[in-house]
């Protein structure tokens, strides 16, 4: 099994930035890709970016696309999703999962607690 902590959630204002943390622990060997999805009230959940856990290949989606950065500390096995330009639509809880990859959550079978991020305008 894989474990999953996210970090670094919290509030902030409009167009400030957030850098969220997913440390992994146990069979990190196992890990194809690591993905980065959010959920607010009402609304499924949704693909945010994910990294190839061998290569680092990195994905994002259009709706964060040169906002939302990815990285990786190898040593540490975490990965780091920085958010610039925070909007009031990111508002919701954000989770990092691993899996095969890919954008749809079912291809994802360990998910972290999530974290809150609440954005004010």
């Known amino acids: 099994q894989v474990q999953l902590v996210e970090s670094g959630g919290g509030l902030v204002q409009a167009g400030g930035s957030l850098r969220l943390s997913c440390a992994a622990s146990g069979r990190t060997f196992s890990i194809a890709a690591l993905g980065w999805f959010r959920q607010a009230p009402g609304n499924e959940r949704e693909f945010l970016a994910s990294i190839r856990w061998s290569g680092g290949s990195k994905t994002y989606a259009d709706s964060v696309k040169g906002r939302f950065i990815l990285s990786r500390d190898n040593a540490k096995d975490t990965v780091y999703l920085q958010m610039n330009s925070l909007k009031p639509e990111d508002t919701a809880v954000y989770y990092c999962?691993?899996?095969?990859?890919?954008?749809?959550?079912?291809?994802?079978?360990?998910w972290g607690q999530g974290t809150q991020v609440t954005v004010s305008s």
């Open positions: 999962a691993t899996g095969l990859g890919g954008t749809p959550a079912a291809r994802y079978n360990y």
